[in-house]
């Protein structure tokens, strides 16, 4: 069988005498990524509809990449007796300073409780439980109640693992090592029509007709010098929304965990995360001189929002009270070294990795760029403002405002996904019709991307990361003003400068598995989206939870509240302020009787 479902028709092979290959494929429904919200989306929508040809197409392999299988601390559910949905949707709008859209944070918290059901019963995920048998729920910081399920320290690999499993057991149709390069339109532009991607494997482009497709492709700030996610993320998603035309909300939200691993430049296991339970548990944040300075920031000292511990880092370090590789020690060792080596087994073994005793000593760390606020609007049943185009888990924006709760991400992903995939098949009821594609849309795109085979001069693509990287460190990152996010747009400018001319040197256009042009690939879509962050970020004049202005550094009127949203208009961002609209609770209200 091939790897696609059979049920997907293969129309036919095209040969060109360009150099290279296109082939076509017509499903149903596409999925871009596998990570949560990918898998979750192709279950719910073969369960409503077993009879559709369903194909996922992923840039890695299904079920191995992506974050949704580096979650580590877990998944924020109001399950325990004294908890609510009402007292976890009141964390979430107060953590997003109430920038949230209410009612997809609604639909999150309400959500949350159904797919951890499923997660448990239906696909049979194994959580932490307590001796009385009740699902054991951790501490994270910015919340109000004990309400993540976890297992260990290791609660992605389990859902993830457990995901893939169905997926494949359900013969759902899979394009592995399947990048997407661009969403493609009918020919009238009123609709989405299909995706164009390439086959990593071969080189060969893969041309896919469809009548509903899922945006999952999970955002990902890799543009940062220390980031989290896995390597395969590059906001591909994100910037193939902008060249349709779809808006993007919050993007100058970048949120920032405070602890990333920092070992050095030379090993890539700086940057990653340890998890934010470790603070919840009771961990303390040690100056260069392994003082404790959290509680001179913020009243709940090391158990504060990310965004108020990454920015107190962040003091600390450009005042120089660091570490040996320019950072803070984070120190468990007060809680008891074998204690801490019981619960949080895969933190203790990465740090020892790197040559850090987790459990009984101090272990560097620097705050690290990890999850996108922003990203493409949508509706509460996941559908976008193009027809047949639909969006779950970090490609979406709206759900979290200026700062996703640490838990909430892999809900988000879970819960959308689960709706999108119901939501398509109930769509495609209605509605579903394969559009006749806009070939002279495929022709650009295929242009656009085949440019580095064709002409131009090799511009060394890792001084191109580095430049990225740095600037948006220092000019986007953090701390922002004006005069740094125009540093920062200056630099894009030339960076995007220099990756249009790239050509692929003649030693390295073997079209499969070049690593060298998906280089390429990545680091546009990442200067691409780094300008719809600077963009934002210098629009958004006041400080709300992950992004701070030190020109703006007051938060403005909370019932005020605008948002910001950018879309491409011509050549440049287009960008609008709109007003948040507090459809359930305005700012100073509670949902919490008092
Ligand atoms: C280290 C780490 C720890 C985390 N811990 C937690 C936690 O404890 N709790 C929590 O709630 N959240 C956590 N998160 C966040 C959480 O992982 C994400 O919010 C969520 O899993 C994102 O799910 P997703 O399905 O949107 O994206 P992902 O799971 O990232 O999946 C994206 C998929 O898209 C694919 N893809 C990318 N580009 C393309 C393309 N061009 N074409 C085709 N496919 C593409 C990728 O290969 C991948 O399969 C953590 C994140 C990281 C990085």
Redesign the pocket.
């Known amino acids: 069988m091939r790897e696609a479902d059979a049920r997907t028709r293969w129309l036919r092979w095209a040969s060109s005498a360009e150099g290279f290959s296109l082939r076509r494929v017509k499903t149903d429904i596409l999925i871009?990524?596998?990570?949560?919200?990918?898998l979750f989306a192709a279950l719910h929508a073969n369960a409503a509809d077993p009879s559709l040809s369903i194909t996922v197409?992923?840039?890695?392999l299904l079920g191995k990449?992506?974050?949704?299988?580096?979650?580590?601390?877990?998944?924020?559910v109001a399950l325990a007796p004294g908890d609510s949905v009402e007292r976890h949707f009141m964390d979430t709008i107060e953590g997003g300073k109430w920038l949230p859209d209410q009612d997809l944070a609604w639909t999150l918290v309400t959500g949350a409780i159904e797919r951890i059901h499923e997660l448990e019963n239906e696909l049979g995920c194994f959580f932490d439980r307590n001796p009385d048998g009740t699902v054991h729920q951790k501490a994270f910081a910015g919340q109000t109640f004990d309400r993540t399920v976890h297992k260990g320290d290791l609660?992605?690999i389990e859902i993830m693992n457990r995901l893939a499993e169905q997926v494949w057991a359900r013969g759902i149709g899979r394009l592995e090592e399947?990048?997407?390069l661009e969403l493609v339109k009918s020919a009238d532009g009123a609709a989405l029509a299909g995706a164009l991607l390439v086959d990593m494997r071969s080189g060969d482009y893969v041309l896919v007709h469809a009548k509903a497709v899922l945006l999952?492709?999970?955002g990902?700030p890799t543009m940062y010098r220390y980031h989290?996610?896995?390597g395969?993320?590059?906001c591909?998603?994100l910037a193939m929304a902008l060249a349709a035309g779809l808006p993007l909300r919050d993007m100058e939200m970048v949120q920032f965990h405070p602890t990333g691993l920092l070992a050095g430049a030379d090993t890539r296991m700086t940057g990653?995360?340890l998890?934010?339970g470790l603070r919840g548990a009771g961990g303390y944040l040690l100056d260069g001189g392994g003082e404790r300075f959290m509680q001179r920031y913020d009243e709940r000292a090391e158990r504060a929002t990310r965004d108020i511990v990454s920015r107190a880092i962040y003091s600390e370090m450009r005042a120089g009270n660091t570490t040996p590789h320019g950072g803070v020690w984070l120190a468990m060792s007060h809680l008891g070294a074998a204690n801490v080596t019981r619960q949080f087994k895969g933190m203790v073994e990465r740090c020892a990795d790197c040559g850090f005793d987790l459990a009984g000593g101090r272990v560097e760390v620097v705050p690290t760029a990890?999850?996108m606020m922003g990203g493409v609007e949508f509706a509460r049943d996941c559908s976008t403002g193009l027809a047949g185009l639909f969006v779950a888990?970090?490609?979406s924006g709206g759900v979290h405002g200026a700062n996703r709760l640490?838990?909430?991400?892999?809900?988000?992903?879970t819960v959308f996904?689960g709706i999108a995939g119901d939501t398509m098949v109930k769509w495609l009821a209605d509605h579903g019709e394969f559009h006749a594609l806009d070939q002279d849309a495929v022709d650009r795109a295929i242009a656009r991307v085949e440019r580095p085979f064709r002409e131009g001069r090799f511009a060394d693509l890792e001084s191109v990361r580095d430049r990225l990287l740095a600037t948006m460190w220092d000019n986007a990152g953090i701390v922002r003003d004006a005069a740094s996010l125009a540093r920062a747009a200056a630099d894009l400018d030339q960076l995007a400068v220099e990756l249009s001319a790239h050509a692929l040197p003649e030693a390295a256009r073997e079209r499969a598995f070049n690593l060298t042009w998906h280089d390429w690939l990545n680091l546009t879509s990442l200067v691409t989206v780094s300008r719809a962050i600077v963009r934002a970020a210098d629009a958004r004049k006041d400080s709300r939870g992950a992004h701070y202005r030190s020109d703006y550094p007051r938060s403005g009127e909370l019932s005020a509240s605008t948002f910001t949203r950018v879309r491409m208009q011509g050549d440049s961002l287009a960008l609008e302020s709109v007003p948040v609209r507090f459809t359930r609770v305005r700012p100073g209200e509670s949902l919490l009787a008092s």
């Open positions: 871009l990524g596998a990570g949560g919200a990918g197409a992923v840039k890695g990449s992506g974050c949704t299988r580096m979650v580590q601390g877990g998944y924020n609660t992605g399947h990048r997407a999952a492709t999970g990902g989290t996610p896995s395969d993320k590059s591909d998603g990653t995360v998890e934010e990890h999850y888990g970090e490609d640490g838990g909430n991400g892999v809900a988000n992903s996904g």
